[in-house]
């Protein structure tokens, strides 16, 4: 708990006009793409390099307009990158406005998360265990505060914090000082909490004056990224070299060695899939923009390709199952006067029915109080307060004019935590403790007969999915401390039973994983007994003995030991935070792909191991956000389901953009190609080919990205990670439909020929190849699905670049003076009518394919 100190912290108005005079605190590095810079990337891509090539050839021929049309073509396309571009830098934009670190401040007396670029100057930062500093401040109040500074330091050993209310005589505070009041933004509050005033934001600050060298650093490439940079290159080598050899043998056959170069140039233009880099940035970014809208933050895009893969959910039972809404249920009572074997009171504790509780449960619930913070965060604490406030209102248990003297949190070694008061009057200190049932038993130094019968109560609450704490009490005169709180005397007092509902959501989004064969593993710090009520109620899989591992049978497995039995766990109970890491480790040697939740400082290993880790937006650490790929917003599991799905519609639209790619790209080439081979005349300039771009790009990112996501994607095994996004099959399809193309366009070539004149039979061949174009988008729409289906799969962009294609397509045909500079002649209505029909037929063949992988699919299912 952070005690807001005495000052009422900085007003709106100061806030924002110290904003406006400071700037933003960010680093230097921390710039968005200009639309200056989006221009010149786009220029310096080999595409719009063979445009103005081919533009300029034109006009040192002294043909104006093909120049100048060219010259459009490369303004027009360049439009649609730009807001291609703008969309998805507007959407990496919101993104990073929302996973920017945020900051606790006081301002005009209230606590305010803001984000932290918002920080300013003058302004209170409120902090605690996990947060990272946002900026350069003074610490004026604190408790027992430590900050790992390793980031500006290197040296990992946390250091010290000491409040203090003026800056020493020091004016030039480094980092790395023990016993001072310096923090410093960028570090991490390891332990402790406290408050401190801003002294310097952004560039001002000690992180900021080394942000020249951290903007020299650049993130590493995906592995998608890098497979596709090499099939890139590869095509692109290819289309250099065949470039090179046509342009030979067309002036060496011809003798016009200019002609040569703008068949060469079109060639080039024909096979350079530059649409790959293109579709990686765009689908992706999108993705996590609509993850956003999932609840589901991305701050790693490279996790989408992950996600879809993923095979098992480990994911915490409080908050992310459960409703985080914690309630005390029932209460059990000891009384010290009785016998051992006398019987125990024990209370189902209704809210609605009575404010009265019996005399012999008061004592429990003040020293639940007694033992929890003031002004509570913790769920479970808040609801020890409510249970107060109702039942002990008006009694002298609940209002106590006493001072905490001293604390003693929760280690490793001692899962209870306790508070030391000094009442108003006299000597002898009280002492409040709770904790997990066997921490406060061993702190209280209970015989045999006492620890079994309190575990049977304890495993009685446990069952009905309880959760149960342990509470005990103490006295203690004089100011010298105990080191450790096993020095107390103390004496068991009783058990609260909190409930924490199960989300309504949750068994329905458990049975979507089981059936997209999902596994999910349940971890939690609760007892055994309480974690499988809570994993039944999830409709988890714990009817087998071995669906259940408890931390203490964990500690005593070897790693060998504890990969073989993770392949059958479903609940992982009683487990610390630094388990998770081994149960990360266990899971990925079986070659399981592994998503992680989290919300701690100690998760954050875990979170770092797993292939996808998890953090939580709401009550997770910023250490645990900072190791994670995705942040859930409402730390619901079932939007870690909805990210699931979402991610292997990603994959998939991108798998499908990537295929029509390939496959639009042979048919271009191969009429860009094999006319001149063959000696027959030539049927695709460059205006041609740029004509073709401005379907392409739209389809390639538009199109694809917008489609929804197939019926059957969560009834489908994870893909491997492994398995290239384009390879194997996938690669082999896309080539096949590309050559089907390609001989429907080449017969209607041939056919124009022979019935039409030279400019007719080319506006023949385009046409085709237009509509063939078209029908490729259609067939990849879905790689399994029929086309009949997909047609009534909504999809308005689909629509508007089909409608725009023929649109554009009938003006090249039939507006004269456009149709002179596409080389054409007026081209016959029926001509156009077989043109639309061999677009049409050109993907029947391709939809029997797909007809005989569903036959395939049903035989193997039988």
């Known amino acids: 708990m952070v005690l807001p100190p005495p000052d009422a912290g900085l007003s709106a108005g100061e806030a924002a006009q110290r904003l406006q005079a400071d700037g933003p605190n960010a680093l230097p590095g921390d710039q968005r793409r200009t ?33 100048l049309v060219l010259f459009g073509l490369v303004l027009v396309v360049l439009a649609l990158t730009l807001y291609q571009e703008g969309k998805t830098e507007r959407a990496m934009a919101a993104l990073r406005d929302l996973t920017s670190p945020r900051a606790l401040v006081l301002r005009e007396g209230r606590p305010l998360r803001i984000a932290g670029r918002d920080v300013v100057q003058g302004d209170i930062l409120l ?17 027992d505060l430590q900050v790992d500074e390793s980031l500006l330091t290197g040296e990992p050993v946390p250091v010290s914090k000491i409040a203090t209310l003026r800056p ?4 030039a505070a480094r ?15 390891v332990k402790g909490h406290g408050s401190a005033r801003v002294t310097a934001t952004g560039p001002r600050s000690e992180i900021g004056r080394i942000g020249t060298a951290l903007e020299t650093l650049t993130s590493e490439p995906s592995p998608l990224k890098k497979q596709t940079a090499r099939l890139v290159k590869v095509l692109a080598l290819i289309a250099f070299g065949a470039s090179l050899l046509l342009v030979l043998a067309y002036g060496l056959l011809r003798g016009d060695w200019m002609a040569a170069l703008l068949a060469g140039i079109a060639l080039a233009m024909a096979m350079l899939p530059q649409e790959f880099t293109v579709v990686l940035t765009v689908i992706p970014a999108l993705g996590a923009w609509r993850l956003s809208k999932q609840n589901v933050l991305t701050r790693r895009i490279a996790a989408i390709e992950t996600l879809g893969a993923t095979s098992v959910l480990c994911v915490d039972k409080t908050g992310t199952l459960t409703e985080n809404r914690m309630t005390v249920a029932q209460l059990y009572a000891e009384d010290a006067s009785r016998a051992n074997d006398g ?12 404010a009265d509780l019996p005399e012999s449960f008061h004592t429990l619930v003040e020293f639940s109080i007694l033992a929890s913070v003031a002004e509570p965060f913790d769920p479970m604490e808040k609801a020890f307060h409510r249970l107060g406030q109702h039942f002990l209102k008006d009694t002298e248990h609940l209002h106590h004019d006493w001072t905490l003297m001293q604390e003693y949190g929760l280690t490793s070694e001692l899962r209870a935590m306790s508070h030391v008061w000094k009442a108003v009057a006299g000597e002898v200190h009280v002492v409040a403790a709770k904790g997990a049932p066997e921490a406060i038993m061993d702190l209280c130094h209970l015989d045999g007969p006492a620890q079994a019968r309190i575990a049977a109560a304890v495993n009685e609450m446990a069952a009905s999915g309880l959760r149960v704490l342990g509470v005990a009490q103490a006295r203690f005169a004089g100011e010298q401390w105990p080191a450790i709180e096993h020095d ?18 949750v068994p329905a989004a458990v049975a979507e994983c089981r059936t997209a064969a999902i596994r999910v593993v349940m971890i939690t710090g609760d007892y055994p007994a309480t974690a499988s009520a809570i994993a039944r109620a999830a409709q988890l899989d ?4 071995q669906a259940v591992l408890t931390g203490d049978a964990m500690t005593g497995m070897s790693d060998a030991e504890l990969q073989q039995r993770m392949a059958t766990v479903s609940v992982c109970a009683r487990i610390a935070p630094e388990q998770k890491l081994r149960i990360v480790q266990a899971l990925k040697a079986n070659g399981e792909i592994v998503a992680m939740t989290g919300d701690g400082v100690n998760d954050a290993p875990a979170l770092k191991a797993a292939h996808v880790g998890v953090a939580m937006g709401g009550r997770g650490t910023d250490v645990a956000r900072e190791a994670a790929s995705l942040v859930l917003l409402d730390d619901n599991f079932a939007s870690i389901v ?18 029509y790619i390939l496959a639009v790209h042979v048919p271009i080439a191969g009429m860009a190609l094999l006319p001149v081979l063959l000696g027959w005349p030539t049927m695709l300039f460059p205006v041609h080919i740029a004509f073709l771009e401005l379907v392409i790009d739209p389809a390639c990112s538009m199109v694809f990205e917008n489609e929804p996501t197939e019926s059957g994607v969560m009834q489908r095994p994870p893909r491997k990670v492994n398995t290239p996004l384009f390879g194997g099959m996938t690669l082999l399809l896309a080539l096949l439909q590309g050559l089907g193309a390609l001989a429907f366009v080449m017969g209607a070539t041939v056919w124009g020929a022979s019935q039409l004149t030279e400019g007719a039979a080319r506006a023949f061949a385009f046409a085709t190849l237009v509509c063939t174009n078209l029908a490729l988008i259609f067939s990849n729409r879905s790689r399994v699905g029929s086309l009949w289906a997909s047609l009534w799969v909504p999809n308005r962009t689909l629509w508007i670049v089909t409608s725009a294609a023929l649109a554009l397509m009938a003006l090249a045909l039939y507006l004269p003076w456009l149709a002179r500079l596409f080389v054409f002649e007026p081209l016959p209505l029926p001509y156009l009518t077989a043109a639309l029909g061999l677009g049409l037929t050109s993907m029947l063949w391709f939809e029997a394919v797909k007809l005989g992988q569903r036959q395939t699919a049903k035989v193997v299912s039988i």
């Open 35 to 67: 639309l200056h810079a989006i221009v010149r990337e786009t220029l310096q891509e080999p595409m719009f390099m063979l445009l103005l090539a081919a533009g300029t050839l034109y006009l040192v021929l002294g043909d104006l307009h093909e120049g």
């Open 127 to 143: 902090l605690s265990e996990g947060d990272r500093i946002a900026a350069d401040a003074l610490l004026i109040s604190g408790t």
């Open 168 to 171: 020493t005589a020091q004016p």
């Open 175 to 189: 980092p790395g000082g023990d016993g001072l009041p310096y923090l410093f933004s960028g570090t991490l509050v």
């Open 343 to 354: 019987p125990r009171e024990r209370l189902m504790v209704d809210y609605a029915g009575t």
């Open 488 to 505: 107390f005397e103390f004496e068991f007092v009783g058990l609260l039973g909190l409930a924490d509902p199960l989300r309504g959501d």
């Open 542 to 545: 714990t009817g087998d003995a």
């Open 642 to 659: 909805r990210a699931v799905r979402l991610g292997r519609r990603i994959f998939d639209n991108l798998r499908k953009s990537m295929s």
